[in-house]
């Protein structure tokens, strides 16, 4: 059987890693298409790829396989360009790589007689490194079994975690991927920019809380590993962290503190949540806690 021949269009941080796993599962990246014929180049020229371009009017007539690593914004925009070339798509398949759309954003492809799917792994990819996907998750969504099949055998040859996912679930997953991991980068780069030692790494200390943390969060579960003064109900600390962050904004008038301040608060009512969920209700503390972040809002 002929191997299917792809293109990747896009040429950020995710085609680096997806390009590689490619490569190396013996699949015939054939084609690479990016807004910056530099971009384009780069990555052709690092992974042996034969053709390159910055139009999308010369994807090579033997393309069957569309692999849209664009930024989620442009998705339905690259695909509404697509649709319009002079191409037969009914024996094409179209994969986008969003957590945030799903694949009605592929629409006009289908249109055309193009099987469209997505795939989202669950992986950081902070740079055009590699990040090696293996053993990662990845979430298919498909409505049609050929590309239901195909995206199956991708992450088997991957060896990728697949499951399905609905359409009307991608936002939330995407969601929870960045409460998971983004939103930690901001909690540890603020909890770096608030304390400062001369004697000890910064890392070192926080590297010990952050992951004693994790490993409780995975071996019991999120609200059972709640500790500190949100927990214990002392609103004595969360008073004495606020204002300490008040008096510092007067004194130093740093934008960064206001934010961070509004952030400790909103992060605070949602520890409440927690403490909630492990302890069953609010005691008379939390409930004292609770008023007093809420006045902290307004």
């Known amino acids: 059987m002929t191997k299917r021949k792809i293109v990747i269009i896009g040429a950020g941080k995710l085609a680096y890693s997806i390009t590689n796993a490619l490569a190396k599962s013996g699949y015939d990246v054939h084609s690479v298409i990016s807004r910056k014929l530099s971009s384009a180049k780069l990555l052709a020229n690092k ?4 053709h390159h371009s910055n139009n999308l009017n010369k994807v090579p007539d033997e393309v069957d396989i ?10 339905k925009k690259v695909a509404d360009k697509l649709s319009g070339l002079k191409l037969d798509f009914r024996k094409s398949i179209c994969v986008h790589f969003s957590g ?7 629409k006009s492809l289908r249109k055309k007689g193009c099987a469209i799917g997505s795939l989202h792994i669950m992986q950081t990819f902070p740079s055009n490194q590699i990040v090696e996907l293996k053993t990662s ?8 079994k050929k590309v239901n099949k195909f995206l199956n055998q991708l992450c088997k ?18 969601l929870a991927g960045v409460y998971s ?3 930690l980068v901001g909690n540890l780069f603020n909890a770096f920019l608030l304390f400062k030692s ?3 790494k910064k890392a070192d200390i926080f590297r010990s809380t952050s992951q004693s943390t994790l490993k409780n969060i995975f071996e019991l579960n999120p609200a059972k590993s709640l500790s500190g003064p949100i927990d214990r109900g002392d609103i004595y600390t969360i008073k004495k962290h606020i204002n300490t962050l008040k008096d510092k904004i007067k004194s130093s ?22 403490a909630k969920a492990k302890y069953g209700k609010l005691n008379k503390k939390h409930l004292e806690i609770e008023k007093f972040l809420k006045k902290q809002l307004d």
């Open 66 to 75: 569309f692999f849209l690593t664009v930024p989620d914004g442009e998705i």
């Open 198 to 200: 001369k004697d000890t």
């Open 157 to 174: 040859k991957l060896r990728l975690k697949s499951f399905k996912i609905n359409s009307d679930e991608k936002v939330f997953y995407h």
């Open 253 to 274: 008038k740093n934008n960064q503190l206001k934010l961070l301040r509004k952030n400790y608060i909103v992060q605070s009512l949602s520890l409440l949540e927690v």
């Open 47 to 50: 992974f042996s790829i034969p």
């Open 100 to 106: 945030v759309e799903n694949i009605s954003s592929l």
């Open 137 to 144: 998750f990845a979430a298919i969504e498909a409505d049609d």
């Open 181 to 183: 991991s983004n939103f």
